[in-house]
């Protein structure tokens, strides 16, 4: 029994150490790749010449000072002119709104008269 023991025992080493992951695909180098990324490395950009600025950069030059605003000499006599006219008023057209036959106001009043109104019963819509 012993003797059985010792050969499965033997066995299942034999078995762990012949079962190795392996993949399916062999690993093969990227020819195109490899040489592509020696070119990128090997890449020196040409030095830009010392001009290159010239034509493209504009020169600047500090906007000029805004000037002060020149106050009139008689203000007192502008300021009660101006007091004594009178504003131009629109000309506000009075619209009225109906609704149902009847003569609506314009305002807020109207406007909440309008809303404390009932809902016309509309048919009942068949799906």
């Known amino acids: 029994m012993t003797t059985l023991l010792r050969q499965a025992a033997s066995a299942a080493r034999n078995a762990s150490r012949v079962r190795t992951f392996t993949s399916t695909s062999a690993s093969r180098k990227d020819f195109v790749q490899d ?4 070119e990128l490395k090997a890449y020196k950009a040409p030095p830009a010449p010392k001009d290159a600025h010239v034509g493209v950069v504009k020169t600047y030059t ?13 203000l007192a006599s502008e300021l009660s002119a101006y007091d004594a006219s009178e504003p131009a008023k629109a000309e506000v ?5 109906t609704t149902q036959g009847e003569d609506m106001g314009t305002g807020a009043d109207a406007y909440l008269g309008f809303l404390e ?7 009942e819509a068949h799906h």
């Open 117 to 123: 109104q009932d809902l016309p019963k509309a048919e």
């Open 93 to 97: 057209s009075k619209k009225t709104a």
């Open 62 to 74: 500090a906007p000029s000072p805004p000037k002060p605003p020149v106050l009139p000499s008689d």
């Open 35 to 38: 040489l592509y990324v020696k």
